[in-house]
């Protein structure tokens, strides 16, 4: 944020005194920077060295742990896939095909009908 931003008066017309407009500047300019290299240094090394062991963490746990179990898993569920394809294969795929030909000769029809007309011809 820049000081013209912040503090300085918008129109050119109404400014302070030069000398005390410069200085206002000079006072802003330098005391930001001071404070922002206090803080980095106060509470920016502690959070760096937070955020490095964060991530550090968080990397040391993908290679060495997420990444063979996602790998393991995989194959296990591939191992786990031809069993469950063999068992559909023989069973499953037998008994609806079965299924399948026993109410292949089922036919829906729909028509709109009044309710009365229904209950004229149920009666």
């Known amino acids: 944020l ?3 931003n912040v503090i300085a008066e918008p129109d050119t017309s109404a400014y302070n005194f030069e000398a005390l407009h410069k200085v206002s500047q000079q006072i802003y300019h330098y005391s930001k920077i001071f ?3 206090f803080l980095a240094i106060l509470v920016g090394l502690p959070l760096m060295l937070c955020w490095g ?3 550090g963490v968080y ?4 290679i060495w742990l997420v990444a063979p179990m996602r790998r393991l898993s995989q194959s296990f569920i591939g191992e786990i896939g031809l069993y469950v394809q063999s068992t559909s294969d ?3 795929a037998p008994l ?3 299924m399948g030909k026993v109410y292949s000769g089922v036919h829906v029809s729909l ?3 009044d309710l009365h007309s229904i209950k ?3 009666v």
């Open 2 to 4: 820049d000081f013209a």
């Open 35 to 37: 404070i922002y290299r």
């Open 53 to 55: 062991l964060l991530f």
């Open 59 to 62: 990397t040391f746990t993908m």
């Open 90 to 92: 023989a069973i499953i």
């Open 96 to 98: 609806f095909r079965s």
């Open 111 to 113: 028509a709109k009908q």
């Open 120 to 122: 004229r011809i149920q």
